[in-house]
């Protein structure tokens, strides 16, 4: 049987044609429904003609100021303002760089410095305060927004990197070494994007799309330019919708929402409950994290499980949940205009049904980093056999099926290694995540301050459900390698969301304490005691209690080779090494201990009493 190479192309790449890109469409409507609603944000309506009438004299206020391929950093939440300097900011050709309202001083003060920003926009308190300011006139009115919006002139730091030529906008998004890297976006890339909503959802004049994604987040210019290219209206979300799933039925009933994007953590409770009565939604689109819940039967919206990272323009990939035949949700297959591959460590095309790393490519793709340098490690060269020039390495790890739609498998670099061994937190998610009990899994990497890396795992109980966190613990032990069992299971009523709608593991590890910081239990007997000391003595501390954990102590391995001989010595019994591992909490372990000595006692009296008898 001939083996299918792991490549899927996207029907159709459109070029870019006179008056295809998404502000020539927007102008259209302008000319065409001046009077339609192009933004509603609760009881206060902007018409295509108002926003324009807004953006021409917020052009006409940064007009010498900002010039074509000035990069601008707009410091707003969604709102009819923000909608209005989007638009100006295109046809003045300058770069639009969102940073939501609150992007945090040393943040900006970083991105000043890497960055040749021309002017931050926002409110006064959020502007860097090191050049002149100019008052925009922009809404004051709706849930989001602020009395006084100012444009702030920033003098470019020397040895700042400026946008590539014909960069549209540009999103942060998070780098390995904690530093945010800026992704630069065309014209091209983000009107082929728009064009598949259009075709996904028919969606056009009279319909709602919901403007509810943050504005840090890339997802947010498809909702705004995805509406205002095709004379939709842009239904502004108020914050409640965002962590409430009531709040955003609600919401989505009053406003009337025909279309939305949704972070998979809030659309999860939604898909997870009755599907609600009275909602117009045809088209609900999901990303940003691993889906686990599919529709249920009684669901009358067109779901959508997509993905895509901000390098290749929002979104590559689709799968319509109704259609997918898989036992999780898949990511899908990809979108007209992109090709999608598949290739093992030495970027070779792997056959279908086999692991490997996303490559991405066609007309989706960004005009790279403002960074050069990494723009040259992350875009590279096609591998042979996609049919492509240019591709961008995702870091991703997928599996694509015979059908061509992939499985998201988890991130290479999320790769955590621990006592040696490799492991991914994606897999022990799926593994928690196979109790009946159990809703959702999120696994947390840990640090100490001595550097031992260990897992903390949360979960989020199925309905009517209350798992026993020791029981789970103790499940996962049958499906990871020992080294990847977490060192606690919490349960949580719902995960915290980061401001771009994704679950916040750096809030998860904070509710908990840290490393060595557990409940300290007075050691009580003469095992516990013993025991301690061997503790002690293996892991160099003297911090030891009864409810010490190996792992939160710096433990690894080679500790649990070393104190499973310590005991082996002291109490003249066998504890392998694994169980060790498993056991891992003191008084844990020294009840393992005595009751393996009960054993043997038992044992021998039961020889000897044969033996006498004989």
Sequence with gaps: MTEVPSVAHGDGIRPLAAGDDVISRYSRWVRETPDAVAVEDGEHRFTYREIDGIADAV??????????????????????????????????????????????????????TDVRIRAVIGAPDTLPGSGSAL??????????????????????NPGAASAPPGTLYAVLTSGSTGKPKAVAVGAASLAN???WYHDLSDLGPGDRMALIMAAPFDPHLGDLWGGLAYGATLAVAPDSARYSTDALVDWFRTARVDVSVLATPMAEPLLGRAWPGGLRLRDLLIGGDRLRTWPGPDVTTRVHNVYGPAEATINVTSALLGEADRTSPPIG?????VTLCVVDEDDRIVPRGTAG?????????ALGYVDEEMTARRFVQAPEGSGLERVYRTGDKVRMGDDGLLDFLGRLDDQVK???????????????????????????????????????????????????????????????????VPQEVHLVERFPLNENGKVDRAALLASVPSPGAERAEELRGETEELLAGLWRDVLGTADVHARSNLYALGGNSMHAVALA???????????????????????????AIDAERVALAASEVSRTATVTDW
Excluded at 64 to 91: H, P, W
């Design 357 to 365: 790393e996303l490559l991405i490519g066609g007309v989706c793709l």
């Design 193 to 195: 994007l728009v064009r």
């Design 135 to 156: 008052g925009l006139p922009v809404p004051a009115v709706g849930a989001n927004a602020v009395p006084h919006v100012l444009a702030e002139l920033v003098p470019p």
């Design 565 to 591: 001989g310590a005991i082996k010595r002291t109490f003249e019994l066998e504890l392998s090494m694994k169980s060790v591992m498993e056991l891992r909490v003191l008084r844990d372990m020294a009840a």
């Design 418 to 484: 621990i006592s040696g061994v490799r492991i991914e937190p994606a897999e022990v998610e799926a593994a928690l995540e196979r109790h009946p009990e159990v809703r959702r899994a999120v696994v947390a990497v840990r640090r100490s301050r001595d550097g031992a890396t260990g897992l903390v795992a949360f979960v989020e109980p199925a309905p009517g459900s209350a798992p026993d966190p020791d029981g789970l613990l103790q499940g996962t032990r049958s499906a990871v390698p020992a080294q990847a």
């Design 333 to 337: 297959g990809p979108i007209p205009g």
């Design 59 to 112: 052009a006409d206020r940064l007009r010498d100021r900002v010039t074509s391929g000035d990069i601008v950093a707009v410091c707003l939440d969604r709102s009819a303002a923000l909608v209005a300097i989007a638009v100006a900011l295109a046809r003045l050709g300058a770069v639009y760089l969102p940073l939501g309202p609150a992007p945090g001083e040393d943040r900006l003060a970083g991105l000043l």
